[in-house]
């Protein structure tokens, strides 16, 4: 695995996940005002695994998993997408699209955190810079929003569980043993989490479906999940992760939440403060700390 700093390539991957997953929190949002969440979330999984395995074989990529990996593959699965995708899936239910996307993208420092406590590690002085320059950019992004977070403690603790589980399934990924590519561990992950939020659906959401009233913004919501964030998204930030250590991994997507922020304010009418601006200003730098050369890798 690569530990050097971002090639022209990467960047432009980086730039796109932004994209992609920026604006999949207000496409997000609209898709469980009509679906239930947990069925939502299980209908894009049905969708995507089909294409992902399509891919596997295409790539001519063997799609099994040998069983002394089984363990190692169950956890990156479990705390990178399942326990990720049902706390979102219900956070967002509960909270604004923006203010799901700020919490979720405190991830990059619970892996700061998490890399100190359990692995060890020490960052080097520019991703501590980036860290405290990203918690700075998330208290303004909160700043405005303390009143509607506490209105909603479940979503918040949601949203909070969420991005600790991200941080720690990144660095299961960036130190994986597991001799799979990319693909087959997206593959194996969307299985795994398609099986517990499938059950979650048929025992909770079941009695509530009514797809007559699923419009086409939902309807959209759906393939945009399906064919975009797991066909395209999600195996960018698998390979991202394993390019750089999970504090930078973490740090470098965090214009994301900016592009929920704006996005939901365009497509949902979710207010911006000026805050934003500031905030904005903050993930920049902690972004720049991360891509730019000289930027330590080794956290």
């Not at 979102?88 to 699209?97: H, P, Q, R």
């Not at 700020?102 to 359990?118: K, S």
């Not at 992004?141 to 977070?149: C, P, Q, T």
């Not at 909603?152 to 590519?181: N, Q, V």
Request: net charge positive; charged share 10%.
């Amino acid at each position: 695995m690569s530990t050097g700093r971002l090639s022209g390539r990467e960047l432009g991957s980086l730039v796109l996940l932004t994209v992609l997953w920026g604006i999949n929190w207000p496409i997000m949002k609209t898709g469980v005002s009509q679906i239930a969440p947990m069925t939502f979330r299980s209908l894009t999984m049905v969708l995507a695994l089909p294409m992902l395995w399509w891919m596997i074989r295409a790539a001519g990529e063997p799609i099994r998993v040998a069983r002394e990996h089984w363990g190692e593959l169950l956890l990156i699965g479990l705390f990178n997408l399942v326990i990720w995708y049902v706390c979102v899936m219900y956070g967002v239910a509960l909270l604004s699209s923006g203010r799901a996307a700020i919490l979720g993208y405190t991830m990059p420092i619970w892996a700061a955190v998490l890399g100190m406590l359990l692995f060890g590690e020490r960052p080097g002085a520019r991703l501590l810079l980036g860290v405290v320059a990203a918690a700075g950019g998330v208290a303004l992004l909160m700043a405005s929003e303390f009143s509607a977070l506490s209105g909603s403690p479940e979503g918040t603790a949601l949203m909070l569980c969420a991005a600790i589980a991200w941080a720690y399934g990144t660095h299961l990924t960036r130190r994986r043993k597991l001799p799979a590519s990319i693909k087959v561990i997206t593959f194996w992950s969307v299985a795994l989490a398609l099986a517990v939020c499938g059950t979650i659906a048929l025992i909770t959401e079941l009695p509530r479906w009514q797809p007559d009233t699923i419009g086409w913004p939902a309807v959209f919501a759906v393939l945009y999940n399906s064919f975009v964030v797991f066909g395209v998204a999600q195996l960018l930030w698998f390979k991202l992760a394993s390019t750089l250590s999970p504090v930078a991994s973490g740090l470098s997507v965090l214009m994301i939440p900016v592009i929920g922020l704006a996005s939901g304010s365009v497509a949902l009418g979710e207010p911006l403060h000026w805050q934003d601006g500031a905030a904005l200003a903050c993930v920049v730098f902690a972004i720049a700390m991360v891509v730019l050369p000289g930027g330590n890798r080794r956290a």
